[in-house]
């Protein structure tokens, strides 16, 4: 059969039949969601409903390949204000329907068929099928574990080839929640475009701030991604944005081709952008203050745990803690489900060394609590 993803198993793995089964008995804790909507966070209705009234009383359609410009600049002003400041033209920005699209459009901007990408490993895995969309090749480079997942310069550079494009980056990292707080020589030597995918940048830990890779990488043309739905809690209103640093402004006039070839971002979600980051920001505040409790509650169980090393990653949602009783994580996975909780093996996110699993800490604080016990129980 042609087309893509024709050698893929698209039916239900081992371990989402599992989760079902225990899922109909009513008692399994999901420790793997991203998803905000399904835990209570629900962005405040009154604001958007007062943005949304005036919106319908004075809509016109104007596209622009870059978006509209009150949300250009509401998303200007939001990176002047971070730390280190990242100061944006309007022409450095693009918006569009989502960071999964912006993935997308820079994957087709910044290489052709049979050239590569280096992503991190662990790696995001939606870069996968990002990738196979163009018939890209990802090469991984490593992260130190020992050193808090930081980027291994050293097999950067030698995972780099004539035909790699760009590097990915993702901080704080999904699923380690290392982050990019200093200069990383590798990218100044390589000279490469950089993606640096930053939507849980609200969600500090460790680190008491996420500075914007592109203020820490003058040099290096770097085109960040971010969109409501970590910020705000809102995946279902579809709005992301790609920033262009000074380096690569060269870039615009063919991103600004491709993003006007689809012209996906609604004019309802970019009119509502300029109040969300007005009114939104409280509410942005809570869901850190979640986050927060919950990884301190697990963090406070897990490295208690003769056979868990947790390590407090420095920021984002997630725990990737490593386990040193179980060799076989499909094993490990299907004790936990039988056991009332659903987690992510490691391998899901890579060729990853040794026994990991990925736990979400946006769950509601007594649900995640609760699974933070039943985990402890039966390691």
Same mark, same amino acid.
């Given at each position: 059969?042609?087309?893509?993803?024709?050698?893929?198993?698209?039916? @239900?793995?081992?371990?989402?039949?599992? *989760?079902? &089964?225990?899922?109909?008995?009513?008692?399994?804790?999901?420790?793997?969601?991203?998803? #905000?909507?399904?835990?209570?966070?629900?962005?405040?209705?009154?604001?958007?409903?007062? +943005?949304?009234?005036?919106?319908?009383?004075?809509?016109?359609?104007?596209?622009?390949?870059?978006?509209?410009?009150?949300?250009?600049?509401?998303?200007?002003?939001?990176?002047?204000?971070?730390?280190?400041?990242?100061?944006?033209?309007?022409?450095?920005?693009?918006?569009?329907?989502?960071?999964?699209?912006?993935?997308?459009?820079?994957?087709?901007?910044?290489?052709? #068929?049979?050239?590569?990408?280096?992503?991190?490993?662990?790696?995001?895995?939606?870069?996968?099928?990002?990738?196979?969309?163009?018939?890209?090749?990802?090469?991984?480079?490593?992260?130190?574990?020992?050193?808090?997942?930081?980027?291994?310069?050293?097999?950067?550079?030698?995972?780099?080839?004539? &035909?790699?494009?760009?590097?990915?980056?993702?901080?704080?990292?999904?699923?380690?929640?290392?982050?990019?707080?200093?200069?990383?020589?590798?990218?100044?030597?390589?000279?490469?475009?950089?993606?640096?995918?930053?939507?849980? +940048?609200?969600?500090?830990?460790?680190? @008491?701030?996420?500075?914007?890779?592109?203020?820490?990488?003058?040099?290096?043309?770097?085109?960040?991604?971010?969109?409501?739905?970590?910020?705000?809690?809102?995946?279902?209103?579809?709005?992301?944005?790609?920033?262009?640093?000074? @380096?690569? *402004?060269?870039?615009?006039? &063919?991103?600004?081709?491709?993003?006007?070839?689809?012209?996906?971002?609604?004019?309802?979600?970019?009119?509502?952008?300029?109040?969300?980051?007005?009114?939104?920001?409280?509410?942005?505040?809570?869901?850190?203050?979640?986050?927060?409790?919950?990884?301190?509650? +697990?963090?406070?169980?897990?490295?208690?745990?003769? &056979?868990?090393?947790?390590?407090?990653?420095?920021?984002?949602?997630?725990?990737?803690?490593?386990?040193?009783?179980?060799?076989?994580?499909?094993?490990?996975?299907?004790?936990?489900?039988?056991?009332?909780?659903?987690?992510?093996?490691?391998?899901?996110?890579?060729?990853? #060394?040794?026994?990991?699993?990925?736990?979400?800490?946006?769950?509601?604080?007594?649900?995640?609590?609760?699974?933070?016990?039943?985990?402890?129980?039966?390691?």
């Amino acid at each position: 059969m042609p087309g893509i993803y024709t050698n893929l198993d698209l039916s @239900p793995n081992e371990f989402e039949l599992a *989760r079902q &089964r225990r899922s109909a008995a009513g008692d399994l804790i999901d420790l793997t969601s991203s998803n #905000p909507t399904a835990h209570g966070l629900l962005f405040p209705p009154e604001i958007l409903q007062r +943005a949304t009234d005036a919106f319908w009383t004075t809509r016109r359609y104007t596209p622009d390949p870059h978006g509209s410009m009150t949300a250009r600049t509401a998303i200007g002003r939001y990176y002047a204000e971070r730390t280190p400041p990242l100061l944006l033209e309007h022409d450095d920005i693009f918006v569009t329907a989502s960071t999964s699209e912006a993935y997308a459009l820079l994957f087709a901007l910044l290489a052709d #068929p049979g050239d590569n990408l280096l992503a991190p490993n662990a790696t995001y895995p939606l870069f996968e099928y990002v990738a196979a969309l163009r018939n890209l090749e990802l090469r991984p480079y490593p992260l130190i574990e020992a050193e808090g997942w930081r980027i291994d310069e050293a097999g950067l550079l030698a995972a780099a080839n004539r &035909r790699t494009r760009g590097v990915l980056i993702v901080s704080p990292h999904n699923p380690t929640g290392a982050v990019v707080s200093q200069s990383v020589a590798a990218l100044n030597q390589l000279g490469l475009p950089v993606i640096c995918d930053e939507v849980f +940048a609200p969600f500090s830990y460790k680190q @008491p701030v996420v500075p914007p890779l592109a203020a820490l990488q003058p040099a290096v043309p770097v085109f960040t991604l971010n969109g409501i739905s970590k910020l705000f809690a809102l995946p279902d209103l579809k709005l992301g944005w790609i920033a262009l640093n000074p @380096p690569a *402004r060269s870039f615009a006039p &063919r991103l600004e081709l491709l993003n006007d070839t689809f012209l996906s971002a609604n004019s309802l979600s970019q009119h509502l952008l300029p109040n969300l980051f007005c009114h939104g920001m409280p509410f942005v505040e809570g869901m850190v203050q979640r986050v927060r409790g919950n990884l301190d509650l +697990a963090l406070e169980r897990l490295q208690g745990h003769p &056979r868990i090393h947790a390590q407090p990653p420095d920021g984002g949602y997630y725990l990737f803690p490593a386990l040193s009783n179980w060799n076989d994580e499909d094993a490990l996975v299907q004790h936990l489900i039988d056991h009332g909780v659903l987690v992510h093996p490691g391998y899901f996110y890579g060729e990853v #060394p040794g026994t990991h699993i990925m736990l979400s800490a946006l769950t509601t604080p007594t649900l995640f609590a609760e699974g933070i016990e039943r985990l402890v129980a039966v390691l």
